[in-house]
Nanobody, 124 residues
Framework: VQLQAFGGGLVQAGDSLRLSCASSGRTISTYAVAWFRRAPGKEREFVAAISWPGTSTHYASSMKGRCTISRDNVKNTVYLQMSSLKPEDTAVYYC??????????????????WGQGTLVTVSS
């Protein structure tokens, strides 16, 4: 499974941004998918996860209410819509997947498949 996150960029505080995670090779069509981020000088942090086909979601408290994870199973793409962005949201955002359709502890900690990250920079 190959994942690619994209959609990052430079935004201002309070702006919204949508990240996308696309898969190639073996698709993530039946896998649960999660988003993580790593801020400068900090450890990787779980952001949000979604089951397949998308009936269950889970969010980190730091982003709850400010982001929505969703998926388009026809396009094999998972999205992370973020709003009211803050400078502390500046990070490289990664998508990851695990060969399970449900939300598991492993998905939210050490999933099997990782994509390249996309940088989100929020200016104040």
């Amino acid at each position: 499974v190959q994942l690619q996150a994209f959609g990052g960029g430079l935004v201002q505080a309070g702006d919204s941004l949508r990240l996308s995670c696309a898969s190639s090779g073996r698709t993530i069509s039946t896998y649960a998918v999660a988003w993580f981020r790593r801020a400068p000088g900090k450890e990787r942090e779980f952001v949000a996860a979604i089951s397949w086909p998308g009936t269950s979601t889970h969010y980190a408290s730091s982003m709850k209410g400010r982001c929505t994870i969703s998926r388009d199973n026809v396009k094999n793409t998972v999205y992370l819509q973020m709003s009211s962005l803050k400078p502390e949201d500046t990070a490289v955002y990664y998508c990851a997947a695990d060969p399970s359709s449900i939300l598991t502890v492993r998905l939210q900690s050490s999933p099997n498949y990782w994509g390249q990250g996309t940088l989100v920079t929020v200016s104040s």
